[in-house]
C-alpha cells in the first residue's frame, strides 16, 4: 500500500511537471470562472485595467499607447478618494492572467454601477489622480503593443457586453454576474446568460494574378483592404464566403481556402474568420454593390507588395503621395493580403 502511494505520488508530480505553462494557466483561468471565492481571492494579488464608458486608460510613451495597472490597494483608495463604495471593484472582469498566475481585470469607472454612488466618477478629475487620458480604443489601438491591444480589446468587449445584459430577455428582471464576468444569470429564472461574438468572414479573392481589394465609405482616406461580412443565421463558413462575395462584388468563388481568425471588437465584438478564395480567370468583372461598398478593384502584385512595404501609409496618403494603403499590421486582413504576397500557391488553391 506504501508503495502503491509513493507510485500514485511520483505519477501525479510526473505529469503536474508535464503540464504546460499554456495548460496551467487555462486551467487556472477556468477555475477562476467557475468559482466566486477564488475569484474573489484573485483580486487581492492581480491587476486592473481601468476604463471610463468603454474608453481604456492610457499612458502615452514615445510613439506608442500604454496601458498602466493598478492593484487592489491602489484601486481600493481611489474609490476611496472620489466617494464611492469599494465593492464597486465587484463589476470588473476577468480577462486573463500571466504566467505566475497574476490574475488581470478589467473595471469601468464611467458606466453605471449598482455598487456605485453617483452614477459615474467624473473623467477629467480621474485622468489627473491616474496621471493617464481615457481614450478611446479605436483611436489607440494601432499605435499600442500586440499585448495592450488584444487584453484591451478582450475587455472592453466584456464591459460592453455587461452593460447592454442587465437585464433578462424572458423576465425584464435585472441579471447578476458571477465574479468572473464569465456569464450572467436571471435569478427568477436561472437562464444564464454568456458573452457571445458575431462571426465576420474576411476574404481576399484573386484571379490567379491580381487580387480584388474594396473599401467602404466609412474606412479612412485612401484605405482598401479584403472583403468582410457577417454570416447569416443557418450559413456555413463556405456558404457565407461565396454569398459575400457575390453580393458585393458580383463574381462567384470557385475556391476557397481558410487562414486564421481573429477577435475584432469594433464596432462590436466580432470573430474575423479569414480566407483565400479564387475565381475562374474568365470570370472577374467586377459589378460593385453600392449600398455595400464604396469601391473595388483588381491590383497586381507588385502594386499590393509595394503597399505592404509603405512606413507611415496614413501621413503619405493625406499627402497624396501615392494611390491608396492597406489596413496595420494588427488587423488580420494585413497578415491575409501578406500571405497572398509572398505566398503564389495562395492564387491558385487546390480544387
Known sequence: MWNCGIACW???????????TYVTKTRYLFELKEDDDACKKAHQTGAFYLFHSLAPLLQKSDHQYLAPQHSLLELEGLLGKFGQ????IED????????????????DLGLTSSFSINASLQKPEMEIELK???????????????????????????LRWHDGHQFCSRSGQPTKKNMAGSKRMCPSNKIIYYPQMAPVVITLVSDGTRCLLARQSSFPKGMYSALAGFCDIGESLEEAVRREVAEEVGLEVERLQYSASQHWPFPNSSLMIACHATVKPGQTEIQVNLRELEAASWFSHDEVAAALRRNNP????????????????????????????????????PA
Open 314 to 349: 496614413y501621413t503619405q496618403q493625406q499627402n497624396r503621395t501615392f494611390p491608396f494603403w492597406l489596413p496595420p499590421k494588427l488587423a488580420i486582413a494585413h497578415q491575409l493580403i501578406k500571405e497572398w504576397v509572398e505566398k503564389p500557391s495562395y492564387s491558385t488553391l
Open 10 to 20: 511520483r505519477k501525479s508530480f510526473l505529469c503536474y511537471r508535464l503540464m504546460s
Open 85 to 88: 463604495d469599494t465593492q464597486r
Open 92 to 107: 470588473s472582469v476577468l480577462i486573463g492572467c500571466s504566467e505566475q498566475h497574476e490574475a488581470w481585470f478589467a473595471l
Open 132 to 158: 493617464g487620458s481615457f481614450i478611446e480604443l479605436r483611436k489607440a489601438f494601432f499605435q499600442m503593443n500586440v499585448k495592450d491591444a488584444s487584453l484591451l480589446s478582450m475587455a472592453q468587449a466584456l
